[in-house]
């Protein structure tokens, strides 16, 4: 049975806008007097409204209850504003809820932001010696594992020098290697890792996953980078103005995050609302036909589309479409673009069909991005049209795919390129 290391019992957080009293005593007393006598306040905030909202109450955190077991790697999405860094820091016990419990079985090292816990006028080596002491290890536990650390790090050049001279990335590397390998039971993880280049980013990645799969360590991490939530985590929560909408499948969270929902239709007519960008007097997009009753394509099969297109402008113009399909977590999977030009002359429409090969993508829902575009100077290509995400289809498998076992798009991506070929050598 899974041994419960963090419990989150009806906690709600409450934080008061505006300004609430003064910072001095002067200043409270020169509020009040000024309030006495009609005038305004002379410790208000310039440029902002005479009463602004001051003492109104915004409810960050609505009763959440989450439960988090030892060795769970839990990713954390929402939108701005949604209460994941108020969810995190009541967990590091930056700040306290407004109403109910947080029960933890273990300490918490945590990175909510660039330099957390970090003295700017102290070392990398000496705030590697601060960090590990707050989180009550000893000296000679600390010194185990600091040659770890500064390798890991990839600082070592620079360990001795003060962090406030560090960029942003050599703080992120630091302050991620020390959270990594000081002893602790829980480690938290808000956003930093998008400060760090490609290869460290994934280095963080493997070792997350290395400490909660050999270690038995817990990790919340919170990211609008949906390939790093599916890399690591094996559980998702989605938060939504102050509350927890959905807990549970990682694909189904971000699904949900992203606001993706199987609606299908076949045929699409195309108003100047949906176009990503409006260039006046250029060949547009003006439908979509999917030539599919169903929308729904078994496993091989090749999609065609009939496209309505119309020059708005004056003379003959030469262009190109572009497909572009996308998974239903929003990654690129393919891309079909025409390979000769296609002319139509001014204020003429024309129909023509396009058949884009999708016989290796795997089973799953997809949208279609459509883009009507020119090769201009020095190659560069020009839009003239975008329509993204517009149209979308099912690809189902039949009972032979795979070998009948479920594909799993998080870890064998989205193309399927058959059985390998073996031989004795």
Known sequence: MKKEILEIKSVSKKYRLGMIGGTTLRD??????????????PTRTIGSKAKGNAGEEFLALHDINLTVYEGERVGIIGHNGAGKSTLLKLISQITAPTTGTIEMNGRIASMLEVGTGFHPELTGR??????GAILGMTKQEIESKIEDIIEFSE??????????RYSSGMFVKLAFSVAAHLDSEIMIMDEVL??????????????MNQVSKQEGRTVLYVSHNMNTIRQL??????LSHGQIVFDGDVEEAINLYLGRKHNYENEIVVTDEIREILVPNVPVITGINLNNPTGILEFGSKMRFLIDVENRSNKHWDFLLRIIMKSS???????SSTLNTIGLDARKKGTYSFGMDTSNVVPGNYT?????????????????DVLRDVAEITIKADADFNHGM?????WWGSIANGDLEVSEC
């Open 28 to 41: 409270e007393l020169q509020r009040k007097r000024a309030a006495r006598k009609g005038l305004e306040d």
């Open 233 to 238: 985590c094996e559980r998702c929560i989605v």
């Open 155 to 164: 600082v070592r050049q620079f360990i001795d020098t003060p962090v406030k």
């Open 406 to 410: 479920p594909w799993n798009p998080r």
């Open 368 to 384: 279609f991005t459509f883009v009507l575009y020119e090769v201009g100077t020095m190659n560069v290509d020009n839009n003239l």
């Open 329 to 335: 977590g929003g990654n690129v999977v393919t891309m």
């Open 126 to 131: 000496e705030n590697i010696f601060m960090n």
């Open 194 to 207: 998008a400060v760090g280049d490609m290869a460290f980013q994934n280095k963080c990645l493997e070792k």
